[in-house]
């Protein structure tokens, strides 16, 4: 006996007639979307891979807005520090002095150098002053043009380096051992590659002798060693690709199952290519990642697609009807999901970091976007195109039916579901307790791009063992008139800044005009000591910094401390790593400081250099990782409650997501990584990115319980089919994504893969255990209805309305 069908919802009547009418009109819909594919296929030939310093900083953040101000006079934060270093003896010898020039020589001559932010031992605006025997006071190089040979010279000319408070423990290490050389570059489009190279280069004619190391950190040379990795990215992106295919081969083991997914592939990824090249944006290696994560969607949504296709070929053995109920029947899911893909992406533009906003805006959402074009709308219309398959069995592998069995089994039974969801509870409860302690900023010393034995890291460890560190906070000095940094109270409270900061145990030394000026009067006094104090009055010291400034060959010496007016100034204090808690210690001493230190006259601002621009990247993140995270989990929930017109699908899915959620913030609290520029975009994209399968299996159960009569058997049978095509697509991804951990020499990349494979598996069991046993529990009335026969529940015919013109 049959039953009455239950009147369907008026999402699934939208749904059927959309699918109806672009049935009817599928040479029409086929022309447009591949003349838009060419479309997209030529503007993607416009893209650009390179980076741009700026694109890391968030440009409306008060500390950025500072430090744009300022940058033009005091140098930016981009900038590389070298130390060339001697095993044996120390540096005063002519071999390793000429050796500190011509490093400072050949750094300034790379292309993209602000060749005013180039300083050294050896460089001509860092001075020594001197008090001839007539009374005469003159500015020298600390270097002489000339090396001096003679033993004596050189033991005189370490003497007056080591008495330089401008000189030790910034330029020249406390052991003698060391010479440190600064180089700031340009912030606008850099050719990272040609840097590497240079500063490689350099590196192997320095350490030829064999008793000299050179060490070389800061942003331009991470980026560097960035791009130098690129070709190893792109080698394992290759093997992923290859790794899917031989996948595909092995599961379906038909040219259709192998074609047709990657041909959607390839199109979404020239629409996505072609969106960005449209825009003219370009793509940054630390973000390939993503598009890459979002193509390999589109190989699992057309996997999908294929796997019901050959379900209903089986079933009717007519290749048209398959392929219009294949669309039919995963439109509704296939939409939300790609909508819930690009919603997750899309919402990352709440973060103020241009990088992130890119990747938002033209790298990522339109990218997942194009899915429901070119996955949903075409893949349906060429595999009716195509000629149908002489064989119509669908394969199943033995293993996997048995597996899914039993996990049909598992998730209806009494005891099970419960099991289940108690297991769920526990995860997050314990895990959200993490989520919500979890670390801002960097964890560790070095760069978390890179592994710690990376040659860029040791570099980091020995620059900042050896020296005051590789890592500047600027505080800006904003006076009211011309010369008031000379003013002596001023100078005192300077001096009152210096000590107060230097007390944090992570500070190494400070760089600021009370320093200088100090220095120039134990100079200008014959080197001492006795000397070494602020001069009482403001044209004693105005004298002193004149004669240093004067008697310098080039202009612009003054810059490291004033600008030329002295009306403006910055106070630099060097830190040995980049960690978030060393950062909001040295921030929060800054505005302690500054707050209780009013200074008549002058506005000390935050802040510049790599620790200030640090500062705002990590405040930046912290006011936006749990509203993208609490956006991402809105955006599917809405998305999922409009598709279904159910709260109880929406909370469902929901909390399949907050596991997810939960999953990932364990992961990075537990590996030490932190929430960063580069683990945030991943983290917001792999909630999202993985919620189809839920959804898949969510649709799938609404359709079969009608069908089936039973909530239990509907559950049963959505896990053996749709449940088949989730677990292949999921372990696929999961084992392509892997061996990256083994295969990277990026750290960034190796961990960003194993927590993608954590999102992967959150969201695979989510579909096969947690949401099968949910159904079981709550059995939610948007998912039952009146069934029909068995014997009536195939063949699915194509409506009459939804056959094609001709």
Known sequence: MVTETPQKSLTDRIVEAYVAFIWRHRPITLGILLAITAFWAYQATKVEMYSQFADLLPQGHPYIQAYNQHRETFGGANIVTLVMQVEKGDIFNPDSLNKVRWITDEVDKIDGVDHNQVASLSHVKIRNIKTLPGGMVRSYP????????????????????????????????????????????????????????????????????????????????????????????????????????????????????????????MIQAAWGMGWAGWWGSNLDPLILVIPLLITARAVSHGVQMVERYFEELEATKDQERSAFTCMNDL????????????????????????????????????????????ITHLMPILLSYFPQPRRTEHFVPHWMQMTLSAVGRLTTGSVGRWVILAVNIVIIIFGGRTALTIPIGEQEG???????????????????????GANQLVIYLEGEREHILKEPYVLTTIEEMRRYMLEQSEAGDTRELYTLARGLNRLYHYNDPRWQVIPPELAVTGNLIFVYEASAPISGVILEYTDLAYKNGQFVVFYKDTKGDTVREAIARAKKFIAEHPLQGVKMRLAGGFIGTTAALNEEIAASERQVTLMVILTV?????????????????????????????????????????NSLPVTAVGMGIGVDYILYVVDRIRREVPIEGSMIQGIKRA???????????????IAGIIPWYFMSSLRFSAEMALLLAILLVTHWLSALLLTPALFAIIKPKFAQGEGVSVEERRPVHVPAHAQPTH
């Not at 050719?191 to 190391?213: C, H, S, V």
């Not at 990088?355 to 899915?371: E, V």
Request: net charge negative; charged share 15%; aromatic share 14%.
């Open 331 to 374: 439109f509704l899911p296939g939409f939300t999901g790609v909508l819930s893909d690009a919603g997750g992406i899309l919402v990352l533009a709440i973060v103020t970091i241009p990088l992130i906003q890119k990747l938002a805006f033209y790298s990522g959402s339109f990218w997942a976007l194009s899915n429901l074009f070119c």
């Open 446 to 468: 070095g760069s978390p791009l890179l592994w710690q034995d990376s040659h860029y890291n040791v570099s980091a460890r020995a620059i900042n063992e050896r020296f005051a």
């Open 637 to 677: 929930y809405l998305l999922v409650w409009g598709s279904y017109g159910s709260f109880v699908a929406a909370n469902m899915v929901m909390v399949a997501l907050i596991a997810a959620g939960v999953a990932s913030y364990m992961y990075i609290s537990f590996m030490g990584i932190g929430m960063n520029i």
């Open 719 to 733: 896990i053996s089919t749709t449940g088949m095509a989730v677990t292949f697509t999921a372990t696929t991804m």
């Open 142 to 265: 600390v270097l002489p043009i000339d090396v001096p040979t003679d033993p004596k010279e050189l033991d005189a000319l370490k003497l007056e380096m080591f008495n330089n408070d401008i000189i030790l423990n910034k330029y020249l290490s406390e052991d003698g051992k060391a010479a440190l050389i600064l180089a700031g570059f340009n912030e606008d489009r850099l050719d990272y590659r040609e840097i590497q190279r240079e500063l490689t280069r350099i590196r192997a004619e320095i350490e030829k002798d064999g008793n000299t190391k050179l060490y070389i950190a800061g942003e331009p040379a991470l980026k560097g060693w960035v791009w130098y990795y690129t070709n190893e990215l792109f080698l394992i992106f290759t093997f992923t690709g290859v790794f899917v295919v031989l996948s595909l081969i092995v599961y379906f083991r038909r040219t259709y199952g192998i074609v047709v997914p990657l041909i959607g592939a």
